[in-house]
C-alpha cells in the first residue's frame, strides 16, 4: 500500500516534443505561393471582368437612348411622308378627275357628231378640234409632247385632203407643231421605270454594318497548268496567308455607320421607298422643288446607312443623282393658236 502511494506521489515530467516541421516552415513551401498567386490572378480578374461589363453596359445604354432617337426621328418623318404622299394623291386624284371629265366631253362630242347629219366640212373640223383637244389633254396632264406633236400632225394630215379652204388653220397647227418640236423634251416614262427600279431594289441592298463575301485569293486565279510549287514555297505561301489572316485592314476617314436593329433597318428601308414614291407622284405632277428635295433625302439615307462599295448600291445612287439633275418644271405651250383659228372657222360658219 506503501508502494502505491509512492508511486502516485511521483510527478513524472515528459519532454515536450517540437512542433511538426510542415507548421512552422508552412511558408516555405512552393505550393503555397503557387496556389496563392493563383488566388490573387482569379481575384484580379474577376475585377478586371466586372469592370468592363460595366463598362459595356454603359456604353450599350448610350446606343439603346441613340437608336431609340433615331427610331422617334425616322417616325417622325414617316408620318410626314405620308401626309405628303395622301395630299399629292389627292392632287393626283383631281387630274384623273379632270382627265376623266376631258374623256366624258370627247365621248360627249364623238356621239353628237355621229348622230347628226352634219356636212362633210364640219365633220372634218369636229374630228380636227378633237385631235387639238387631245393634244392639250397630253400637255396639260401628262406633259407628253411628242403624242401631242403626233395629235397634232394626225389633224394637219386631215386637211391635207382639202383646198385652200382651212389655210389659216393649217398655218395655226404649223405654228404650234414648230413651238412643241422646239420644246425641251422630258422622257416622263422612262424616268418613272427608274425610279420604279431603285425602289424595287431597295430591299436587297445591303447596309453599311454588312460584311460582303470576299472573292477567292489571288493564288486561286493561277493558272492549272502551272507545275506544282516546291515544298518550302508552299510552307512560305501558307505562312503569308496566316499571317494575312491576322490583320484587318478598316477605313476611319469617315464617320463610322450607325448600328440598326432589323426593325429599325426595316423603317429606314421603307421610308426610302416612301421618299421616291413621294417623288413619282411630283414628277408626274411636274413639281420640281418637290421632287428634288424627296430625292435628295433618299439619297442622304442611301449613302448615310448602304455599303457604296457594293454595285448595286452605287447604281442605285448615281440613278437619283441623274434623276434629280434633270429638269421637268418646263414651260408647256397651251395651242392657243389652234385653239384660236378653230374658233374663228366655227364662228365664220354659224354666219352662213
Given at each position: 500500500?506503501?508502494?502505491?502511494?509512492?508511486?502516485?506521489?511521483?510527478?513524472?515530467?515528459?519532454?515536450?516534443?517540437?512542433?511538426?516541421?510542415?507548421?512552422?516552415?508552412?511558408?516555405?513551401?512552393?505550393?503555397?505561393?503557387?496556389?496563392?498567386?493563383?488566388?490573387?490572378?482569379?481575384?484580379?480578374?474577376?475585377?478586371?471582368?466586372?469592370?468592363?461589363?460595366?463598362?459595356?453596359?454603359?456604353?450599350?445604354?448610350?446606343?439603346?437612348?441613340?437608336?431609340?432617337?433615331?427610331?422617334?426621328?425616322?417616325?417622325?418623318?414617316?408620318?410626314?411622308?405620308?401626309?405628303?404622299?395622301?395630299?399629292?394623291?389627292?392632287?393626283?386624284?383631281?387630274?384623273?378627275?379632270?382627265?376623266?371629265?376631258?374623256?366624258?366631253?370627247?365621248?360627249?362630242l364623238q356621239s353628237i357628231y355621229q348622230e347628226a347629219a352634219i356636212s362633210?366640212?364640219?365633220?372634218?373640223?369636229?374630228?380636227?378640234?378633237?385631235?387639238?383637244?387631245?393634244?392639250?389633254?397630253?400637255?396639260?396632264?401628262?406633259?407628253?409632247?411628242?403624242?401631242?406633236?403626233?395629235?397634232?400632225?394626225?389633224?394637219?394630215?386631215?386637211?391635207?385632203?382639202?383646198?385652200?379652204?382651212?389655210?389659216?388653220?393649217?398655218?395655226?397647227?404649223?405654228?404650234?407643231?414648230?413651238?412643241?418640236?422646239?420644246?425641251?423634251?422630258?422622257?416622263?416614262?422612262?424616268?418613272?421605270?427608274?425610279?420604279?427600279?431603285?425602289?424595287?431594289?431597295?430591299?436587297?441592298?445591303?447596309?453599311?454594318?454588312?460584311?460582303?463575301?470576299?472573292?477567292?485569293?489571288?493564288?486561286?486565279?493561277?493558272?492549272?497548268?502551272?507545275?506544282?510549287?516546291?515544298?518550302?514555297?508552299?510552307?512560305?505561301?501558307?505562312?503569308?496567308?496566316?499571317?494575312?489572316?491576322?490583320?484587318?485592314?478598316?477605313?476611319?476617314?469617315?464617320?463610322?455607320?450607325?448600328?440598326?436593329?432589323?426593325?429599325?433597318?426595316?423603317?429606314?428601308?421603307?421610308?426610302?421607298?416612301?421618299?421616291?414614291?413621294?417623288?413619282?407622284?411630283?414628277?408626274?405632277?411636274?413639281?420640281?422643288?418637290?421632287?428634288?428635295?424627296?430625292?435628295?433625302?433618299?439619297?442622304?439615307?442611301?449613302?448615310?446607312?448602304?455599303?457604296?462599295?457594293?454595285?448595286?448600291?452605287?447604281?442605285?445612287?448615281?440613278?437619283?443623282?441623274?434623276?434629280?439633275?434633270?429638269?421637268?418644271?418646263?414651260?408647256?405651250?397651251?395651242?392657243?393658236?389652234?385653239?384660236?383659228?378653230?374658233?374663228?372657222?366655227?364662228?365664220?360658219?354659224?354666219?352662213?
Amino acid at each position: 500500500m506503501l508502494i502505491i502511494e509512492a508511486t502516485m506521489s511521483t510527478k513524472v515530467q515528459l519532454p515536450m516534443l517540437p512542433p511538426p516541421a510542415s507548421r512552422r516552415f508552412f511558408w516555405l513551401n512552393p505550393w503555397f505561393w503557387i496556389v496563392l498567386c493563383m488566388l490573387a490572378l482569379v481575384v484580379w480578374q474577376w475585377l478586371e471582368t466586372r469592370a468592363s461589363l460595366a463598362s459595356t453596359r454603359q456604353e450599350l445604354a448610350v446606343r439603346l437612348m441613340e437608336s431609340d432617337r433615331v427610331v422617334q426621328e425616322s417616325r417622325a418623318l414617316s408620318d410626314k411622308a405620308m401626309l405628303d404622299t395622301a395630299e399629292l394623291q389627292r392632287k393626283y386624284g383631281a387630274l384623273d378627275a379632270r382627265l376623266g371629265e376631258f374623256q366624258d366631253q370627247a365621248n360627249a362630242l364623238q356621239s353628237i357628231y355621229q348622230e347628226a347629219a352634219i356636212s362633210r366640212d364640219d365633220a372634218l373640223l369636229a374630228e380636227v378640234e378633237q385631235n387639238v383637244n387631245i393634244a392639250a389633254q397630253h400637255l396639260q396632264l401628262s406633259g407628253n409632247v411628242q403624242a401631242a406633236i403626233f395629235a397634232l400632225q394626225a389633224a394637219d394630215n386631215r386637211l391635207t385632203r382639202l383646198n385652200s379652204r382651212f389655210v389659216n388653220l393649217r398655218r395655226a397647227l404649223a405654228r404650234d407643231l414648230e413651238i412643241l418640236r422646239g420644246t425641251p423634251f422630258i422622257d416622263v416614262t422612262g424616268m418613272n421605270l427608274r425610279l420604279e427600279n431603285v425602289i424595287s431594289g431597295i430591299d436587297t441592298l445591303p447596309l453599311a454594318l454588312e460584311i460582303v463575301p470576299e472573292n477567292a485569293t489571288a493564288a486561286s486565279k493561277e493558272t492549272p497548268d502551272k507545275a506544282a510549287p516546291s515544298w518550302w514555297r508552299a510552307l512560305a505561301a501558307e505562312a503569308w496567308e496566316e499571317i494575312r489572316s491576322l490583320v484587318r485592314i478598316q477605313r476611319f476617314d469617315r464617320q463610322a455607320p450607325e448600328l440598326l436593329a432589323p426593325e429599325q433597318s426595316r423603317i429606314l428601308r421603307e421610308n426610302i421607298k416612301l421618299r421616291l414614291l413621294n417623288a413619282r407622284l411630283a414628277l408626274l405632277s411636274r413639281d420640281q422643288w418637290t421632287f428634288r428635295n424627296e430625292l435628295a433625302a433618299a439619297q442622304k439615307w442611301l449613302e448615310h446607312y448602304f455599303n457604296m462599295d457594293v454595285g448595286a448600291v452605287r447604281a442605285a445612287d448615281s440613278s437619283l443623282k441623274q434623276l434629280a439633275a434633270t429638269e421637268i418644271a418646263v414651260e408647256l405651250p397651251n395651242l392657243h393658236a389652234s385653239f384660236t383659228a378653230l374658233q374663228t372657222l366655227k364662228t365664220e360658219r354659224e354666219k352662213h
